[in-house]
């Protein structure tokens, strides 16, 4: 994954930690209520585990890194604003704490939730 050498060691960054960020950025989203698993036996595991990644896969192949999020909006909001402000927000913090190029961010919409209104 990301490596860098420095004159005094080197850094390796995990796909478990670009996946955390990507996460906690998509959650601070407007409209974003939550995030859902790709599939049902994924989603099962991941609950019986507390993985707090869940929803977020990534992909690093040829220097590339590529980030897959799937999002519960909430009802009402505008469906491509709040996708174009998750693929923003994620880039930013992935590339700002960790210095790597995001080559591409896909946005998957798996559901609407309504709030409650009283």
């Given at each position: 994954?990301?490596?860098?050498?420095?004159?005094?060691?080197?850094?390796?960054?995990?796909?478990?930690?670009?996946?955390?960020?990507?996460?906690?950025a998509?959650?601070?989203?407007?409209?974003?209520?939550?995030?859902?698993?790709?599939?049902?036996?994924?989603?099962?595991?991941?609950?019986?585990?507390?993985?707090?990644?869940?929803?977020?896969?990534?992909?690093?192949?040829?220097?590339?890194?590529?980030?897959?999020?799937?999002?519960?909006?909430?009802?009402?909001?505008?469906?491509?604003?709040?996708?174009?402000?998750?693929?923003?927000?994620?880039?930013?913090?992935?590339?700002?704490?960790?210095?790597?190029?995001?080559?591409?961010?896909?946005v998957?919409?798996?559901?609407?939730?309504?709030?409650?209104?009283?």
């Open positions: 994954m990301g490596k860098e050498t420095i004159s005094l060691g080197r850094i390796h960054i995990s796909l478990n930690a670009i996946t955390t960020i990507a996460y906690h998509a959650l601070e989203s407007y409209g974003v209520i939550g995030l859902a698993h790709k599939n049902l036996a994924q989603g099962l595991v991941n609950t019986l585990t507390r993985e707090p990644t869940r929803g977020v896969s990534v992909n690093h192949e040829n220097e590339e890194l590529n980030i897959d999020i799937y999002i519960i909006l909430e009802y009402g909001t505008r469906i491509s604003t709040v996708a174009n402000n998750v693929v923003n927000t994620v880039r930013y913090h992935v590339e700002k704490a960790l210095d790597l190029p995001v080559n591409n961010i896909n998957h919409i798996t559901g609407l939730r309504v709030s409650d209104t009283d």
